[in-house]
């Protein structure tokens, strides 16, 4: 099992619509969990970071299941300008180190059409 | 700020050339990393630095090196380019990944996309 899976997309969806963006990550002892945006040719941006309980920021509202290892991001009333890749990120601590590793799934497109 | 710089923005060489890629941040950061971005493989950690004079090899170190001489500064050194090395490299940063404080967000820069013939 790959340490981070993601859909793999791509997902095309009209102006208003619902989305829905899974990831699974294989290391239960993974500490932290984040959702990344990346535009066509730029760097990746921090969306959200996942918290245990399920946090919202808007029309975003990032989930987590420590049980299952998934966590899932979803877009209400989606608008031109999400059209993006989502990057699913997860860290975890470093055996016998001193520090974190951040491991990125390989990313959903998302293309929002008028 | 102007947060994390990389230069250049676009580069070719030919196999068997060596270059620099620059990497600076003037957020102060102690952790400092460059990866690499592949169609259809996301984001590769490459190396990575916890701090001056700390460096530490990640996921797909072969064909590449760094030092860490101070806090701002991370350049990423290709020995010999090869046809596998042509990507877009992007550098990050961040406050710290220690076990303090794993939750913070990591800044990239705009990316160097490479070409090696």
């Known amino acids: 099992r790959k340490e981070v899976e993601q859909d793999p997309g791509p997902f095309n969806v009209p102006e208003g619509a619902t989305v829905a963006f899974n990831c699974t990550y294989s290391?239960?002892?993974?500490?932290?969990f984040f959702w990344y945006r990346q535009d066509c040719r730029k760097e990746p941006k921090l969306l959200m970071s996942?918290?245990?309980s399920g946090n919202e920021d808007g029309r975003f509202t990032a989930q987590l299941n420590r049980a299952s290892q998934y966590i899932s991001l979803l877009i209400r009333d989606s608008k031109l300008s999400d059209s993006a890749t989502y990057l699913c990120?997860?860290?975890?601590?470093?055996?016998?180190?001193?520090?974190?590793?951040?491991?990125f799934g390989k990313g959903t497109l998302l293309t929002v059409n008028p | 700020n102007a947060g994390v710089t990389q230069t250049p923005k676009f580069q070719v060489l030919k196999t068997g050339q060596s270059m620099t890629l620059q990497c600076a941040q003037d957020?102060?950061?102690?952790?400092m990393s460059w990866y690499r971005q592949d169609p259809g493989m996301g984001l590769r950690l490459i190396h990575y630095?916890?701090?001056?004079?700390?460096?530490d090899q990640g996921e797909v170190p072969n064909g590449y090196n760094v030092s860490r001489s101070t806090t701002e500064d991370f350049p990423l050194r290709l020995l010999s380019a090869a046809p596998s090395q042509t990507s877009v490299y992007f550098c990050?940063?961040?406050?710290?990944?220690?076990?303090?404080?794993?939750?913070?967000?990591?800044?990239f820069g705009p990316g160097t996309r490479l070409t090696v013939l």
């Open positions: 990050a940063s961040s406050y710290s990944l220690s076990g303090r404080k794993p939750y913070n967000e990591q800044f």
């Open positions: 290391n239960s002892a993974s500490q932290s």
């Open positions: 996942v918290y245990s």
């Open positions: 990120v997860v860290t975890t601590w470093v055996s016998g180190g001193s520090n974190y590793k951040l491991t």
């Open positions: 957020m102060n950061h102690e952790y």
């Open positions: 630095s916890v701090g001056a004079g700390i460096t």
